[in-house]
């Protein structure tokens, strides 16, 4: 098996010099790298689980090491540790071997033969310890997800449930991360609604194919204990809804929205219609970028609706475009309704249909006048008007042509 290998340091010049050291001995090593200035500390619960060796340098945050290494091996089951310092710096040395890390190296002449010794014992040790442990009890509590049991994804806490799902806070091994798992109710034992089970999974198996910085990852998808699961990229920065809370000026808001464009252009290349666009489905990242998440779940809840025979309706109908309230066929168009209703209320704060029912709204969608913005948002009402056309023959067609329309209209407003 191929080395694991997370390197934490903020300088990329030693993080590729060790990649060097490190691939000249295992040319499919796998190597990641933390960055604490630009990631911030080490999540809480993050135990280094899917890594065989964790390579630690003293120069974090102009020389704070101590206090890293400190912190991580706190953490239950954390790797083996190579520390990195000053060769001069023996008082360091003998600290860090003290806090107990199995080595220190000097960061500035890096001892190839010597970084190879102990990447190698420090790999086997952990490999055998982490053997053993997978036949513990310890291990059989810590991928089980309520009733399921899913190997690879050791459970942090439950974060949300639902009718369809239980949502978890994990760590994958796979990944090397935190993740946000969602178990969802027992594979459908009907034909048709299999087949429409099958159909979902299939489409976020194409999600899990794009890399795009729009587009939530997809780490894992799967069926455990006749429960599908999908291990998903975790946003401790929460939602759009959250940040919806104040006042979003109307650059920053189209810049959003011309995020989540690329993100549906990418998404609906490969076939995908989301179905259930709203704040909540749009989720913030450390570096400012937003990304979509819960493809296709709209269908699922659907189906979920076929089955207990409820006779409700599923989704969020406040987002919803005309056909798709009306259970009609919905294409890329019925997303950008819905993105458009998302835009309106970022620069309201307020949704543009209510009532007192969902059939009310459901029914204001398809027959109610297009809402009139304020006047310092007066220069969106024509793409929001488009976006919020009643037929989807009167909308932006496609992906690209809407968000050549946010460019232009950004570009406007930015230039002036």
Not at 186 to 211: G, M, W
Not at 255 to 272: K, M, N, P, S, Y
Request: with cysteine; net charge negative.
């Amino acid at each position: 098996m191929q080395p694991r290998i997370l390197t934490i340091t903020d300088h990329p010049e030693f993080a590729s010099l060790l990649e060097h050291h490190v691939t000249t001995v295992w040319g499919d090593a796998d190597l990641r790298t933390h960055e604490p200035a630009a990631r911030g500390l080490l999540p809480d619960g993050f135990t280094a689980a899917g890594y065989d060796v964790v390579l630690l340098d003293h120069q974090l945050e102009g020389g704070l090491g101590l206090r890293w290494l400190g912190d991580v091996m706190r953490r239950r089951d954390f790797p083996p540790v190579l520390y990195f310092c000053a060769a001069s710096d023996a008082v360091t040395a003998l600290q860090a071997r003290e806090a107990g890390a199995v080595e220190c190296l000097a960061r500035d002449r890096v001892d190839h033969r010597r970084l190879a010794e102990l990447l190698r014992t420090s790999i086997d040790d952990r490999r055998r310890r982490m053997q053993l442990w997978r036949t513990s009890p310890e291990a059989d509590a810590a991928y089980r997800f309520g009733t399921v049991r899913i190997r690879g994804h050791r459970c942090l806490k439950q974060l949300a449930a639902g009718g369809h799902s239980q949502v978890f806070l994990a760590e994958s091994e796979k990944a090397g991360e935190l993740v946000v798992l969602k178990v969802f109710r027992e594979v459908p034992d009907k034909v048709e609604a299999h087949n429409t089970f099958n159909r979902f999974l299939q489409e976020y198996e194409l999600v899990s194919q794009i890399r795009h910085p729009n587009v939530v990852r997809i780490h894992d998808l799967g069926i455990a204990d006749d429960h599908a699961y999908i291990a998903m990229e975790y946003f401790p920065g929460g939602d759009l809804r959250s940040r919806m809370q104040q006042p979003i000026p109307v650059v920053p808001a189209l810049r959003i929205i011309a995020q989540i464009v690329r993100a549906l252009e990418a998404i609906h290349g490969v076939g995908v219609l989301h179905r259930d666009l709203k704040p909540g489905n749009v989720m913030l990242r450390a570096d400012g970028t937003v990304a979509l998440i819960d493809f296709g779940l709209a269908k699922l809840l659907a189906l979920e609706s076929e089955m207990t025979d409820t006779g409700q309706i599923f989704g969020t109908p406040y987002y919803m475009s005309p056909e798709q309230g009306h259970g009609e066929d919905v294409d890329a168009r019925s997303d950008f309704y819905s993105l458009g209703v998302i835009l309106y209320e970022m620069l309201t704060r307020r949704k543009p249909f209510n009532a007192r029912s969902v059939m009310g709204v459901i029914y204001l969608h398809r027959n109610g006048s297009l809402p009139v913005l304020e006047p310092e948002f007066a220069v969106c009402e024509p793409l929001v008007h488009r976006m919020l056309a009643k037929k989807p023959g009167d909308r932006f067609q496609t992906a690209g042509e809407l968000g050549a329309a946010i460019d232009a209209l950004i570009a406007s407003l930015t230039e002036s």
